[in-house]
């Protein structure tokens, strides 16, 4: 099993600032790498896949990079609705996909 | 636009089994290429992927759950389901199905279960 793990577990960040949230594979997992973020009460909702490709309808201000085994989700100039939780998941070693333990990105 | 949507029992008593549909709609389940999965997310916790079916029924099950996990196929109702055998309260959980393509895409809205007496 592939172990996906996020840093921070929690990131304080004023509104209009840059969040910088990481991601590490125990293993490689190439480019198969998705973002999700998660807000109270919703489904997760589909932000990156391929490490770097924005998902349909997801603002410009996300973007993720990475490869192997180490990855970035970079949201700039925060927003009120961008805090949440994020999740990072594999899906190279399909189809035993992994999920990171999730990062909250809360105001400061 | 493809829409999935989770039922079932909302409380199940220990080592029972937890058995939940999800209806897709928008589309045809047995459209090539497509896995149809199940996830949970305990309270307060992160997500865990449960399993996958293909729609000719070849299953794949996470290690960790698979003596308890059976996911089926009814392509006649577009509708997958999942039994979950023996439940604890480790098994409280919200419980989502996702199409999974490069990433999980789109999810249900989610149902919560509770294990309890």
């Known amino acids: 099993e592939i172990v996906m793990t996020q840093s921070p577990a929690t990131l304080s960040v004023s509104p209009g600032e840059r969040a910088t949230l990481s991601c590490r594979a125990s293993q490689s997992v190439s480019s198969n790498l998705a973002w999700y973020q998660q807000k109270p009460g919703q489904a997760p909702r589909l932000l990156i896949y391929?490490?770097?490709t924005r998902a349909t309808g997801i603002p410009a201000r996300f973007s993720g990079s990475g490869s192997g085994t180490e990855f970035t989700l970079t949201i700039s100039n925060l927003q009120s609705e961008d805090f949440a939780v994020y999740y990072c998941q594999q899906y190279n070693n399909w189809p035993l996909w992994t999920f990171g333990q999730g990062t909250k990105v809360e105001v400061k | 636009q493809l829409q999935l949507q989770e039922s079932g029992p909302g409380l199940v008593k220990p080592s029972e089994t937890l058995s939940l549909t999800c209806t897709v709609s928008?589309?045809?389940?047995?459209?090539?290429?497509?896995?149809w999965s199940w996830i949970r997310q305990p309270p307060g916790k992160g997500l865990e992927w449960i399993g996958s079916i293909y729609y000719s029924g070849s299953t794949y099950y996470n290690p960790s759950l698979k003596s308890r996990v059976t996911i089926s196929v009814d392509t006649s109702k577009n509708q997958f389901s999942l039994k979950l055998s023996s439940v604890t309260a480790a098994d409280t959980a919200v419980y989502y199905c996702?199409?999974?393509?490069?990433?999980?895409?789109?999810w249900g809205q989610g149902t919560l279960v509770t294990v309890s007496s």
């Open positions: 996702a199409r999974p393509m490069s990433g999980f895409d789109p």
């Open positions: 928008g589309g045809s389940i047995s459209s090539s290429s497509s896995y």
């Open positions: 391929g490490s770097s």
